[in-house]
Structure formats: C-alpha cells, structure tokens
C-alpha cells in the first residue's frame, strides 16, 4: 500500500499571492485607507505650511520640511500599527482558525503580516512626502531620500506594536483604542515637540518612548542633530520587546486550537 505524504510549501507558504490577496482586502477597507493615508497629510498641511515655517532654515532644508518628516513618520506609525493589528479582525473571524488548518507555518503568517504592514507605511511616508514636495517643504535631496527610507524601515517596530496589539486587544476597537495612544506616544516622544522643548523630566521620559527612536533617527538626515546609538537602541529594544510580545500571543492563540 502507497502511504501519502504531505508536502509541505516552500517558505513555509509565504507567497507573494497570499500578500496581494491581503493588500486587495485591505484596499477594500475604507476606514483604514483615510486613516493611515490622508490624516498624516492632512495634518501636514494643517500645521506645518505657515508662511513663517517655510522661511525658518532646519539644518540643510525648513521648518517645514522638518514637520513634514514627523508627519511621514506618524503616517508610517499609523500604518504598520493598522496592518499589524487587522489579525484581531481575522482572528475574531475565524479566518486565521481556517490558516492553520492549512499547511501555512506560523512564521510564515507572521512575516505575510510585517511585510503588509511595511507596504502600507512605504505608501503611507510616499503620499506624504509627495504632498510635501509641492506644499513647500525644503530638503537636501540626500534628505528626501534618507529620511523617507528611516521612517519607513524605522516604523517596523510599529507593524510589531501592532502584531501584539492585534492579539491582545478585542477586534471591535482596536484602532480606536490604538489610534489614541498612538498619538499620545507621539507627544510624549518627541514628534510632535521636539525633546529640547519638553522640559528636562519630559525629554527623559520622552528618551524611554517607542516613538523617540524612531522620530530621531528619521529626522537625523535633515537636522545632523541627536544620539543616534540611543535612538537606534531605542527602536532595536522596543522592536525585541513587540514581536516578542506577538510571538507568545501567538502560540497562546495557537494552543487553544
């Protein structure tokens, strides 16, 4: 008798289909295309188009172009924190019950769910920065680039914020809860008022934020100004911390299958 056996996919099932099916679904999601791609924008040039914001030298470019970077690294908060924690909604679903019944590898859905979320900030910190260019923003073209690049990748530790979130918090409101203390973190961490402007006990606290390292690190290109071990030991700990978190949701969620 010929016994079967069942092959398993390559990369663990990790495909670029599976991500194409996922961005067409998350496309279809209006809620979440406002929120991730227009408000950043729209905050943009709610604050930081003033006449006087554009005469004001930054390093090699404007204020301006120093609020559009914090912009574009909010959108990119925004938008990897939303792709990370639409597994709340699969999850409450059942969808991803069905997943494991395939021969999906967990790290495998994990990494279909970074790479989502690191497409929608790529896009985020473009729309962003395009609405920049024609809206006044001065850079050093070497800036444009280095910043845009920083506060995409740098916004990885979101799209793990958001993986965590997505498990730990119910699928009915969970933006509405992580858009709020998204924009707290960005108070406290310094995007939205520089650190030096925060007094000396806030720019500490600011220092032990997510949002810190990741906001400096961006904006270092333009303004050659901050620690940069800090801030990058800032995103990597935070980074650590986040997907450590997913990961032991994850195979909690797993075991009661």
Same mark, same amino acid.
């Given at each position: 008798?010929?016994?079967?056996? *069942? ?92 997943? *494991? ?61 958001g993986l965590f979130m ?52 961006? *904006? ?21 911390l986040f997907a450590a ?10 075991? *009661?299958?």
């Amino acid at each position: 008798m010929t016994v079967m056996t *069942r092959s398993l996919p390559r990369f663990g099932g990790f495909s670029l289909g599976m991500i194409k099916l996922e961005l067409r679904r998350l496309a279809r999601n209006k809620r979440t295309v406002i929120f991730t791609l227009i408000f950043p924008a729209a905050f943009f040039l709610l604050f930081g188009t003033s006449a006087d914001y554009k005469t004001e030298q930054v390093g090699g470019g404007n204020l301006t172009g120093y609020v559009l970077v914090s912009m574009a690294v909010y959108g990119a908060m925004l938008a990897t924190t939303s792709g990370g924690a639409m597994v709340s909604i699969e999850r409450a679903a059942g969808w991803s019950r069905q997943l *494991r019944l395939t021969p999906l590898r967990p790290y495998a859905y994990i990494a279909t769910k970074i790479v989502l979320a690191m497409i929608i900030g790529a896009v985020s910190v473009a729309v962003a920065f395009a609405v920049g260019a024609v809206s006044g923003a001065q850079l050093p073209v070497s800036a444009w680039i280095l910043c845009g690049l920083l506060a995409w990748v740098c916004a990885l530790v979101f799209a793990a914020f958001g993986l965590f979130m997505g498990y730990l918090l119910p699928s009915e409101n969970v933006m509405q809860i992580l858009g709020p203390a998204l924009a707290v973190l960005s108070f406290a961490g310094g995007l939205f008022v520089p650190v030096d402007q925060l007094g000396s006990t806030f720019a500490t606290i600011a220092k032990f934020t997510p949002v810190y390292g990741v906001g400096e690190l961006a *904006r270092y290109p333009l303004t050659h100004d901050g620690n940069l071990w800090l801030a990058a030991l800032n995103v990597i700990v935070w980074t650590a911390l986040f997907a450590a978190g997913a990961m032991w949701r994850f195979r909690r969620d797993t075991a *009661r299958v």
